[in-house]
């Protein structure tokens, strides 16, 4: 394809095939305007934004934005993120990722390209159920959730994926929920301006299987100035420990956490060489061998 | 031919490996070829490590079961290998270890304390007691310890050498050959050095022997060869990554055995359906499961083959000794971005962890390919279908160019369908450039021939196996046929090799005859089976024995 820089012209012709209502609407439509804004202001061509996705309605997302796209397998798109940055520092890499893509299959490359400090962005669209295989319960699903494996109820409990985050390193940690459009879009903004290994985790409305949309409105509130020192582990995990996926309580949205510390693709001091150079250098490691 | 085998072993921790290699260097600086195997338990203090290295006045590739010289540093190694001795082998032994024997006792425990020389210097000992056994000049052994020994351990390392050269007498008197000195390198050194040739960035992996060579050499030399290695979480993560290095333009390979293999294969499909390259360095152990780690086996022959869901074109070649590693290692990097597939280096321990001389100079080059790059003009299509299959390459960050690759089926553009003539004219495209490869191939020797050209008595044998057996049919009066290629078969130049065998015998190194299976496919009579699965690559007087069964 070729890019269209209007904010209009981001979308693809593809067919969009989520369901009616589905919150991942305004995760397109922010994240549309977010590479649009970021291309304005920061004067970043919108050829160097590369986006990933995993499999999962999330996914779909790759179709729908005219931006170069990596559409992966489930769980996996974050090491390939890390692939793609680590070939092309220039470039704005962005995960979309699932709660059962990444919290279950691919957990393991969240906490590492977390630890690393990987310079890319996690978007999780956490809808706290699996919808394109119709309705099973995820990392996220509150205990006592019915799904069509758990019909009796899930009797474990939930993670707390911002937890999990900032333990393994993550060094921009922030929520956002789809009925707050504008505050998604300035996270994710925020998210993707950051040095480092940013994560957004995204309160989802799955209109089909685990709509919550009453229980978020209930709950949701936007993280004030002040509220807490972001640069502070300690403050960050108690607000993040203030809501841990079951029981009830209030919702904070907004950033929780976010530091400086040394990107991992920058470690790599190895200095860039043509073919014909590192064949040389082949020829006389041979000649000089031990 | 001129030819001497030696044999050092001990227990793990002790330098065996290393020690082996300094004996490697001793002939190869005589102007020897010369071929090491190593063998070691998986485990790193104790338990018995021993090398047997073999010197000749041509080249080789494989050992034999006797030794002329036996070096113990403990008495396990007289124990283990009484049927490598005979009349004429000369036994060196640490007598503080082993006792008395018959043979030259070595009071290494004294020597070392007398010298102030560190423990690992008992194998220093060795090699100047093998010297004088040699008769090989004491300046070409200073030689090899100072290119093996740091400076600050060299004084010691030189007085301990000397104790054991005047512990012990000359036997036997190894002429120097008027012949280059060659380079001894492991088949995964090998390796790391074409995968280089063929313009490898980045190479990734995951710990797991027998591969981690090809991890350490290359991690080692990075900055000589201005190559990027990582090391990521597992190897899910390692193909992932590789495919994400490769979708943004850098050429990456990975490397692993077996059951890492397992965790790559849906990284594979995806290399297969998505037609990213990626080179995969796959180097084989005894499985099932965890197996015999540190052992060798060609059982992965029919996984490499099929590995993957779904019907995707992959490049699997095997090569033989560590030159045939190094050019097939290039030429698979580079054919894998010509045709976006996925390319296979099927490997075995013998090979990535052998010691072999090495001639850069012998092999002719590999042939260059380049990657069919977007030139500009139309709107771009990441999967723009041709008459070859292959759609031109562009990467992220290319001005006016949205690069859409997908691991569901696609359209040209890269998006995502499910419609009956995108998904069958998809499954073509793959099908046009597996053809594509094969055509390509043909201009290459794919399959190679060894010995009596006129005998009817044929050794089929692939991988590693390649100079255990030519060794083997001089003997018989066989000739060999060995496959480099295995996928897509060269089913052409095969049945050009094969013609006119009447007594065939297939060699190989697992317990099923898969690739007398994989022949069978393809119509071909692989004729007797001579196979051996305990973890260990044959010998030469063994093969041979066991031909001379089948060959009547």
Not at chain 1, 182 to 203: D, N, P, T
């Amino acid at each position: 394809m070729t890019p269209d820089r209007s904010a209009a012209g981001l979308i693809t012709p593809a067919q969009n095939t989520w369901c009616p209502g589905c919150g991942n609407f305004s995760i397109q439509h922010m994240m549309r305007s977010a590479i649009a804004e970021i291309s304005e202001e920061e004067g970043v061509p919108i050829e160097r934004f590369v986006l990933l996705g995993g499999i999962g309605c999330h996914g779909k997302l790759m179709d729908y934005l005219n931006v170069n796209s990596l559409y992966t397998i489930h769980g996996r798109s974050v090491p390939a993120a890390t692939g793609i940055r680590l070939a092309n520092p220039d470039l704005r890499v962005i995960c979309h990722v699932g709660d059962g893509d990444i919290y279950a299959e691919g957990l393991d490359h969240l906490i590492f390209a977390a630890k690393r400090n990987t310079d890319i962005t996690v978007i999780v669209h956490d809808n706290r159920v699996y919808g394109l295989t119709t309705g099973q319960y995820t990392p996220t699903s509150p205990t006592g959730f019915r799904g069509r494996s758990t019909p009796r109820g899930v009797v474990e409990h939930p993670i707390n994926p911002l937890e999990v985050m900032l333990a393994a390193g993550a060094t921009y940690i922030a929520r956002g929920y789809t009925r707050k459009t504008r505050h998604l879009k300035e996270i994710f903004k925020e998210a993707i301006m950051h040095r480092g290994f940013s994560f957004v985790e995204v309160l989802q409305i799955c209109a089909t299987y685990s709509n919550l949309t009453d229980y978020y409105d209930a709950r949701v509130y936007e993280i004030q100035d002040g509220d807490l020192n972001t640069a502070r582990f300690e403050s960050a995990i108690q607000k993040i420990r203030e809501w841990d996926y079951d029981r009830d309580a209030p919702i904070a949205i907004g950033t929780f956490y976010s530091v400086e510390r040394p990107v991992y693709e920058e470690s790599f001091g190895v200095p860039r060489a043509g073919l014909e150079e590192r064949r040389n250098r082949v020829r006389r490691l041979v000649e000089d061998w031990r | 031919m001129q030819e001497y085998s030696l044999l050092v072993g001990g227990k793990a921790g002790e330098g065996i490996n290393t020690a082996g290699l300094s004996i490697a260097g001793l002939f190869s600086r005589l102007g020897y070829h010369v071929y090491m195997y190593f063998d070691y338990p998986s485990l790193i203090r104790g338990g018995h490590n021993f090398a047997i290295i073999r010197a000749a006045d041509e080249p080789i590739g494989a050992h034999r079961t006797g030794v002329d010289v036996l070096l113990a540093l403990d008495r396990k190694t007289i124990e283990t290998h009484k049927e490598r001795i005979g009349g004429k082998t000369t036994v060196i032994y640490d007598s503080s270890q082993v006792g008395e024997e018959r043979g030259y006792g070595l009071p290494l425990d004294e020597i070392i304390r007398e010298e102030k020389a560190p423990p690992i210097t008992r194998n220093t000992a060795m090699l100047g007691a093998l010297s004088r056994v040699a008769g090989i000049d004491r300046a070409i052994l200073e030689d090899v310890i100072r290119a093996t020994v740091p400076e600050k351990h060299l004084d010691s390392n030189l007085r301990v050498a000397a104790r054991g050269y005047n512990g012990v007498e000359g036997v036997f008197s190894v002429r120097p050959l008027d012949a280059p000195k060659l380079p001894v390198l492991t088949g995964n050194e090998a390796t790391g050095l074409g995968l280089v040739y063929g313009g490898l960035d980045t190479y990734v992996a995951y710990p797991m022997t027998p591969s981690s060579g090809v991890l350490h050499f290359l991690a080692g030399r990075a900055d000589d060869l201005r190559v990027r290695v990582v090391h990521p979480e597992n190897e899910i993560s390692v193909i992932l990554m590789a495919l994400g290095l490769a979708y943004a333009g850098e050429r990456a390979a990975v490397g692993t055995s077996g059951g890492g293999f397992c965790l790559m294969t849906e990284g594979l499909s995806f290399a297969g359906m998505s037609e990213i390259p990626v080179t995969i360095v796959l180097a084989q152990r005894p499985g099932p499961s965890t197996g015999v780690p540190t052992h060798t086996a060609q059982s992965d022959l029919h996984f490499a083959l099929n590995a993957g869901q779904g019907e995707f074109p992959r490049l699997v070649v095997a090569p033989g000794d560590p030159h045939e590693a190094c050019a097939w290692s290039a030429t698979a990097l580079m054919l894998s971005w010509r045709y976006q597939v996925p390319a296979i280096i099927l490997i075995d321990k013998t090979l990535a962890e052998g010691a072999y001389s090495f001639d850069l100079d012998a092999s002719t080059p590999p042939r260059d390919h380049e990657p069919v790059l977007r030139d500009g003009g139309e709107e771009y299509r990441r999967y723009r279908r041709s008459e070859d299959g292959v759609s031109p390459l562009a990467f992220p960050g290319t001005e006016g160019v949205t690069v859409k690759a997908n691991s569901y089926a696609h359209d040209e553009t890269g998006f995502t369908t499910e419609k009956a003539e995108d998904v069958g004219a998809l499954q073509e495209k793959l099908l046009r450039k597996a053809r594509g490869l094969k055509t390509e191939l043909g201009g290459y020797k794919t399959v190679k021939t060894y010995g009596a050209p006129e005998s009817s008595k044929t050794i089929i044998c692939w991988g590693s196996q390649k100079w255990v057996c030519i060794e083997a049919a001089a003997e018989v009066g066989a000739r060999v046929v060995q496959p480099v290629v295995l996928a897509p078969f060269p089913v052409e130049a095969w049945s050009e090799a094969i013609a006119g065998a009447s007594e065939v015998v297939c060699v190989e190194n697992n317990a099923t005859g898969q690739f007398a299976r994989l022949l069978r496919e393809y119509g071909f009579d692989p004729g007797t089976s001579i196979l051996k699965y305990d973890g260990r690559p044959f010998a030469v007087d063994e093969l041979t024995a066991r031909l001379e069964g089948v060959f009547v």
